[in-house]
């Protein structure tokens, strides 16, 4: 999807309506139009990047700073028991926006939804050598 196409560089430009929460020179947060719970959040870059394989790492930082400051104000404005916080980078992973963004999504224990894992996945540890040659190829990923 070219920049020009994008809904949320089109938020960004000012082109379609938005429910800010804070912007800055980098950045903008505001309401999701299809909350999965109320109160739930984005944050994005300006600049457009499709995700986190092709974001500079000095906005990186800029929107950790900011995702920090969004969370908090999310859980402290709904009083969630927690908030969870979501990029996801690429179709496979369940990206349906090419714009990169995180989700700041409140959620209690009781909620219908949320990150989680398989009910037996704490049933046995994966081999030291397995985490070592993964961990050694990721390392040497660069």
Known sequence: ?????????KIVRGEMPASVI??????IAFMDVFPIAKGHSLLIP???????FDVDPDVVAHL???LADLTKRVQKATGAEGVLNI???GEGAGQDVPHLHFHAIPRNKSSPFGFKFPPDYRSSMAPREDLDSIAEKIREST
Not at 46 to 52: D, E, L, V
């Open 1 to 9: 999807m070219s920049e020009e196409n994008c809904i949320f560089c």
């Open 22 to 27: 804070f912007e800055d020179e980098h950045s």
């Open 46 to 52: 300006r600049k457009h990047y499709t995700n986190m």
């Open 64 to 66: 950790a700073k900011n």
């Open 87 to 89: 990029a996801a980078n």
